[in-house]
């Protein structure tokens, strides 16, 4: 089915490990994103991918990276995890005037 | 800086009331609004995307209305069900078609057997 997967769908990281979430579209969609979703937060954005190639900083970037691998997967990067980045991931692709498509999300927890 | 506000943020109802989840922006120069669902523990499903030259969009027994002059868009669920329990989350776009979606923090809808 075409949409967008995430893995891994759960993880547990102690503090200073590091880590890749993984997410790959297969609707040839040129954008991509990373969100994270807390309670009471929202979702908020991290960073994004306007085409391949580009990558830009969103609301809250501190402690992470990106790679737009190929038009396909954009990956996000835990270089040292900390208990704060315990939250829901969420990657996101969307073309100009569709709509967004979520995949199913990564729950972290960081000890 | 577009910020985006869904009060309440919780709403409960008896089955078969229609119900209408309220969602407001304060940029009016947006380029598209949308509205998701997302269940607990899952991931978030788009319901209608309205574009910015658009008044509403219909699908099954939603509605959703858009009144950029005022900052405003609607949700309308029409006899409701058990099923339509879930959290609403309205985003919009401001800006051209590679901009951001900015989220509002959602409703959470429990409909009542």
């Known amino acids: 089915n075409a949409g967008v997967t995430q893995t891994p769908k759960f993880q547990v990281l102690k503090t200073g490990q590091s880590m890749t979430l993984q997410c790959a579209q297969d609707m040839n969609h040129n954008s991509m994103y990373w969100y994270r979703q807390d309670p009471g937060m929202g979702l908020r954005l991290i960073y994004y991918s306007a085409s391949e190639g580009t990558t830009d900083k969103g609301e809250v970037p501190n402690g992470y990276n990106v790679s737009r691998l190929n038009k396909r997967e954009f990956s996000l990067r835990l270089e040292s995890a900390a208990p704060s980045q315990t939250s829901v991931y969420f990657c996101?692709?969307?073309?100009?005037?569709?709509?967004?498509?979520f995949g199913s999300g990564t729950r972290l927890t960081v000890v | 800086k577009q910020e985006v506000t869904q009060i309440p943020a919780a709403l409960s109802v008896p089955e078969g009331e229609n119900l209408v989840l309220n969602c407001s922006f304060t940029d009016s120069a947006i380029y598209n609004l949308q509205w998701f669902r997302q269940d607990p523990g899952k991931g978030l499903t788009s319901l209608l995307l309205i574009q910015s030259s658009q008044r509403e969009q219909t699908s099954g027994r939603l509605n959703a209305s858009l009144d950029k002059s005022s900052g405003r868009s609607t949700l309308y669920i029409a006899a409701s069900q058990p099923g339509d329990s879930a959290t609403y989350l309205c985003?919009?776009?401001?800006?051209?078609?590679?901009?951001?979606?900015?989220f509002g923090k959602g409703i959470t809808l429990s409909v009542r057997p």
């Open positions: 985003a919009v776009k401001r800006g051209g078609a590679n901009s951001k979606l900015t």
């Open positions: 996101a692709s969307s073309d100009s005037r569709v709509s967004y498509t």
